[in-house]
Protein backbone atom coordinates (compact mmCIF):
# COMPACT_ATOMS: atom_id res chain seq x y z
CA UNK A 1 0.00 0.00 0.00
CA UNK A 2 2.55 2.24 1.24
CA UNK A 3 4.51 1.61 -1.84
CA UNK A 4 1.75 2.29 -4.30
CA UNK A 5 1.47 6.26 -2.53
CA UNK A 6 5.24 7.08 -2.20
CA UNK A 7 5.51 5.50 -5.85
CA UNK A 8 4.59 9.18 -7.27
CA UNK A 9 6.84 11.18 -5.07
CA UNK A 10 9.93 9.98 -7.45
CA UNK A 11 8.06 11.84 -11.00
CA UNK A 12 7.55 14.97 -9.09
CA UNK A 13 9.62 17.66 -9.68
CA UNK A 14 12.26 18.86 -7.49
CA UNK A 15 11.88 21.89 -5.57
CA UNK A 16 14.10 24.40 -4.14
CA UNK A 17 15.12 24.41 -0.69
CA UNK A 18 15.34 27.72 1.47
CA UNK A 19 18.05 27.77 4.50
CA UNK A 20 17.74 31.13 6.81
CA UNK A 21 20.76 32.36 6.33
CA UNK A 22 24.26 31.08 5.16
CA UNK A 23 25.35 30.91 8.74
CA UNK A 24 23.07 27.49 9.02
CA UNK A 25 25.20 24.37 8.99
CA UNK A 26 25.06 22.39 5.77
CA UNK A 27 22.42 19.95 5.28
CA UNK A 28 24.34 16.75 4.78
CA UNK A 29 23.16 14.76 1.38
CA UNK A 30 20.60 12.30 3.18
CA UNK A 31 19.11 15.76 4.71
CA UNK A 32 18.90 17.31 1.56
CA UNK A 33 17.81 14.20 0.10
CA UNK A 34 14.83 13.54 2.99
CA UNK A 35 13.82 17.55 3.07
CA UNK A 36 13.27 17.80 -1.28
CA UNK A 37 11.56 14.68 -1.21
CA UNK A 38 8.90 15.39 1.46
CA UNK A 39 8.67 18.67 -0.47
CA UNK A 40 7.76 16.76 -3.62
CA UNK A 41 5.39 14.87 -1.59
CA UNK A 42 3.63 18.08 -0.37
CA UNK A 43 3.55 19.80 -3.34
CA UNK A 44 2.29 16.57 -5.33
CA UNK A 45 -0.68 16.73 -2.43
CA UNK A 46 -1.02 20.24 -2.48
CA UNK A 47 -1.79 20.25 -6.36
CA UNK A 48 -3.41 17.21 -6.47
CA UNK A 49 -1.43 15.16 -8.96
CA UNK A 50 -1.04 12.34 -6.58
CA UNK A 51 -4.58 11.62 -7.57
CA UNK A 52 -6.12 8.90 -9.97
CA UNK A 53 -7.40 10.71 -13.19
CA UNK A 54 -10.84 12.26 -12.36
CA UNK A 55 -10.70 11.68 -8.50
CA UNK A 56 -10.86 14.25 -5.88
CA UNK A 57 -11.39 14.10 -2.23
CA UNK A 58 -13.10 16.34 0.15
CA UNK A 59 -13.84 16.98 4.16
CA UNK A 60 -16.57 18.35 5.76
CA UNK A 61 -16.37 19.84 9.08
CA UNK A 62 -19.21 18.80 11.23
CA UNK A 63 -18.17 19.64 14.58
CA UNK A 64 -16.00 21.12 16.79
CA UNK A 65 -15.29 19.96 20.56
CA UNK A 66 -12.82 21.02 23.40
CA UNK A 67 -11.25 18.66 26.03
CA UNK A 68 -8.94 19.10 28.06
CA UNK A 69 -5.77 19.55 26.28
CA UNK A 70 -6.79 19.51 22.60
CA UNK A 71 -9.65 20.26 20.42
CA UNK A 72 -11.43 17.49 18.36
CA UNK A 73 -12.54 18.45 14.83
CA UNK A 74 -15.02 16.01 13.31
CA UNK A 75 -15.26 15.24 9.29
CA UNK A 76 -17.10 13.68 6.90
CA UNK A 77 -15.33 12.56 3.95
CA UNK A 78 -16.32 12.95 0.54
CA UNK A 79 -15.12 11.42 -3.22
CA UNK A 80 -16.01 11.69 -6.78
CA UNK A 81 -14.53 10.46 -9.57
CA UNK A 82 -13.48 6.92 -7.41
CA UNK A 83 -16.49 3.73 -8.37
CA UNK A 84 -19.16 3.00 -5.45
CA UNK A 85 -18.70 -0.71 -6.48
CA UNK A 86 -15.89 -1.78 -5.03
CA UNK A 87 -14.13 -1.17 -1.04
CA UNK A 88 -11.49 1.24 -0.21
CA UNK A 89 -8.18 1.19 2.43
CA UNK A 90 -8.37 4.60 4.15
CA UNK A 91 -4.81 5.71 4.92
CA UNK A 92 -2.55 8.39 6.54
CA UNK A 93 -0.16 10.17 5.40
CA UNK A 94 2.12 11.78 8.23
CA UNK A 95 4.41 14.59 8.14
CA UNK A 96 7.22 12.45 8.09
CA UNK A 97 5.80 10.75 4.74
CA UNK A 98 5.06 7.45 6.65
CA UNK A 99 1.87 6.15 5.38
CA UNK A 100 -0.24 4.14 8.13
CA UNK A 101 -3.07 2.47 7.42
CA UNK A 102 -6.35 3.80 9.56
CA UNK A 103 -9.01 1.42 8.25
CA UNK A 104 -10.68 -1.11 6.16
CA UNK A 105 -13.95 -1.76 4.47
CA UNK A 106 -14.53 1.47 3.30
CA UNK A 107 -17.64 1.88 0.86
CA UNK A 108 -19.17 5.13 -0.73
CA UNK A 109 -22.82 5.85 -1.21
CA UNK A 110 -25.08 7.59 -3.66
CA UNK A 111 -23.56 11.18 -2.75
CA UNK A 112 -19.21 10.17 -2.96
CA UNK A 113 -19.92 10.17 1.52
CA UNK A 114 -17.18 7.49 2.74
CA UNK A 115 -19.43 5.05 5.08
CA UNK A 116 -18.83 1.65 6.61
CA UNK A 117 -19.42 -1.30 3.76
CA UNK A 118 -21.08 -3.36 6.70
CA UNK A 119 -18.16 -6.16 6.57
CA UNK A 120 -17.60 -7.50 10.01
CA UNK A 121 -14.29 -6.49 11.65
CA UNK A 122 -14.25 -3.30 9.34
CA UNK A 123 -14.66 -0.01 10.09
CA UNK A 124 -14.22 0.01 13.26
CA UNK A 125 -16.90 2.10 15.75
CA UNK A 126 -19.26 2.53 12.95
CA UNK A 127 -22.21 0.67 11.68
CA UNK A 128 -22.90 -1.35 8.56
CA UNK A 129 -23.81 1.61 5.86
CA UNK A 130 -23.28 4.43 8.57
CA UNK A 131 -21.23 7.04 7.42
CA UNK A 132 -17.34 7.44 8.73
CA UNK A 133 -16.70 10.10 11.18
CA UNK A 134 -13.19 10.95 11.19
CA UNK A 135 -11.97 13.13 14.08
CA UNK A 136 -8.71 14.83 13.89
CA UNK A 137 -6.69 16.80 16.41
CA UNK A 138 -3.67 19.04 15.52
CA UNK A 139 -0.96 21.87 16.41
CA UNK A 140 -1.09 24.74 14.17
CA UNK A 141 -0.51 24.98 10.58
CA UNK A 142 -0.22 21.08 10.69
CA UNK A 143 -1.57 19.14 7.73
CA UNK A 144 -3.68 16.05 8.03
CA UNK A 145 -3.33 13.88 4.76
CA UNK A 146 -5.40 11.19 4.12
CA UNK A 147 -5.95 9.12 1.07
CA UNK A 148 -8.66 6.18 0.00
CA UNK A 149 -7.15 3.32 -2.01
CA UNK A 150 -9.46 0.96 -3.78
CA UNK A 151 -8.86 -2.75 -2.94
CA UNK A 152 -9.30 -4.01 -6.75
CA UNK A 153 -6.36 -4.38 -9.05
CA UNK A 154 -7.12 -0.68 -10.63
CA UNK A 155 -5.87 0.71 -6.80
CA UNK A 156 -7.37 4.11 -7.95
CA UNK A 157 -6.68 6.54 -5.51
CA UNK A 158 -7.87 10.19 -4.10
CA UNK A 159 -5.92 12.49 -1.47
CA UNK A 160 -7.06 15.25 1.03
CA UNK A 161 -5.10 17.39 3.30
CA UNK A 162 -6.84 19.21 5.55
CA UNK A 163 -5.08 22.35 7.99
CA UNK A 164 -7.37 21.85 10.96
CA UNK A 165 -5.48 25.32 12.49
CA UNK A 166 -4.95 27.39 9.22
CA UNK A 167 -1.35 29.90 9.81
CA UNK A 168 -2.54 32.07 6.61
CA UNK A 169 -2.45 35.74 5.57
CA UNK A 170 -4.32 37.45 2.10
CA UNK A 171 -3.43 40.82 0.59
CA UNK A 172 -5.80 42.37 -2.69
CA UNK A 173 -6.54 38.71 -3.71
CA UNK A 174 -3.25 36.96 -2.87
CA UNK A 175 -3.06 33.96 -0.25
CA UNK A 176 0.39 32.44 1.22
CA UNK A 177 -0.20 30.22 3.87
CA UNK A 178 2.29 28.26 6.55
CA UNK A 179 2.61 24.15 6.60
CA UNK A 180 4.49 22.66 8.72
CA UNK A 181 6.83 20.01 7.32
CA UNK A 182 8.12 18.56 10.48
CA UNK A 183 6.53 18.42 13.90
CA UNK A 184 8.05 21.26 15.36
CA UNK A 185 8.93 23.49 11.84
CA UNK A 186 12.42 22.81 11.30
CA UNK A 187 10.67 22.20 8.01
CA UNK A 188 7.72 24.65 6.99
CA UNK A 189 5.70 25.01 3.32
CA UNK A 190 4.58 27.81 2.24
CA UNK A 191 1.82 27.70 -0.35
CA UNK A 192 0.25 30.87 -2.42
CA UNK A 193 -1.93 31.73 -4.29
CA UNK A 194 -3.77 34.50 -6.21
CA UNK A 195 -0.69 35.48 -8.17
CA UNK A 196 -0.76 36.31 -11.88
CA UNK A 197 0.20 33.44 -14.05
CA UNK A 198 4.07 33.07 -14.49
CA UNK A 199 4.97 36.55 -13.62
CA UNK A 200 8.43 37.29 -10.77
CA UNK A 201 7.97 36.94 -7.17
CA UNK A 202 10.21 38.66 -5.31
CA UNK A 203 10.56 36.95 -2.13
CA UNK A 204 12.30 38.09 1.30
CA UNK A 205 12.45 36.19 4.40
CA UNK A 206 13.95 37.12 7.74
CA UNK A 207 14.63 34.73 10.96
CA UNK A 208 16.36 36.58 14.10
CA UNK A 209 18.19 39.22 11.67
CA UNK A 210 19.21 36.96 9.13
CA UNK A 211 17.70 37.77 5.50
CA UNK A 212 17.35 35.74 2.48
CA UNK A 213 16.24 36.96 -0.86
CA UNK A 214 15.32 35.88 -3.72
CA UNK A 215 13.39 35.45 -7.06
CA UNK A 216 11.09 33.04 -8.17
CA UNK A 217 8.21 32.87 -10.55
CA UNK A 218 4.45 31.94 -10.28
CA UNK A 219 3.27 28.57 -11.54
CA UNK A 220 0.60 29.05 -14.23
CA UNK A 221 -2.03 29.10 -12.47
CA UNK A 222 -1.15 31.58 -10.05
CA UNK A 223 0.24 29.47 -7.25
CA UNK A 224 3.37 29.68 -5.40
CA UNK A 225 5.30 26.77 -3.29
CA UNK A 226 8.62 27.26 -1.61
CA UNK A 227 10.00 25.41 1.13
CA UNK A 228 12.21 27.02 3.96
CA UNK A 229 13.78 25.67 6.32
CA UNK A 230 13.95 28.50 8.85
CA UNK A 231 16.10 27.19 11.68
CA UNK A 232 19.04 29.96 12.87
CA UNK A 233 22.52 28.00 14.38
CA UNK A 234 22.26 28.61 18.11
CA UNK A 235 18.69 28.83 18.52
CA UNK A 236 16.25 26.33 19.47
CA UNK A 237 13.33 28.31 18.73
CA UNK A 238 11.98 31.80 16.41
CA UNK A 239 9.41 33.29 14.16
CA UNK A 240 10.38 34.10 10.68
CA UNK A 241 8.81 36.42 8.61
CA UNK A 242 8.31 36.33 4.99
CA UNK A 243 7.01 38.60 2.33
CA UNK A 244 5.90 37.66 -1.26
CA UNK A 245 5.35 41.09 -3.56
CA UNK A 246 4.23 40.74 -6.63
CA UNK A 247 3.07 43.73 -9.50
CA UNK A 248 -0.54 43.30 -7.81
CA UNK A 249 0.12 42.78 -4.15
CA UNK A 250 2.22 42.28 -0.86
CA UNK A 251 1.50 39.47 1.10
CA UNK A 252 3.52 38.84 4.25
CA UNK A 253 3.24 35.93 6.77
CA UNK A 254 4.70 34.98 9.68
CA UNK A 255 5.16 31.56 11.82
CA UNK A 256 6.82 30.06 14.03
CA UNK A 257 9.26 27.19 14.07
CA UNK A 258 10.83 24.92 17.13
CA UNK A 259 7.98 24.47 19.31
CA UNK A 260 4.76 22.54 18.71
CA UNK A 261 1.63 21.99 20.99
CA UNK A 262 -2.05 20.82 20.42
CA UNK A 263 -4.67 23.36 19.25
Not at 92 to 116: H, N, P, W, Y
Not at 143 to 151: A, M, Q, T
Not at 209 to 227: P, Q, W
Request: with cysteine; net charge neutral; hydrophobic share 35%.
Amino acid sequence: MSGLLLSTMVIAQSVTVQKSAPANENLTPEAQATVVRLSNLERAIWTGSMNSPGVKLSLKEVSRSRTTDRTLVKYELYSTGLPKNVTYTLVEIKVSGKVVQSMTGVTLDSDGRAICAGRPGTCSGSGPNSPIDLVLFAGNAEPKRLSLVSDDEAHLRGIVSVVLFPNVVTDKGCRLESVIGTPKGEVTYIHGSGFEPNEDLVMDSESYGEKNHGVRKAEADGSFFATLLPNVLGKSSGMTVIEVKSKNCDPKLSFSWGTYQLE
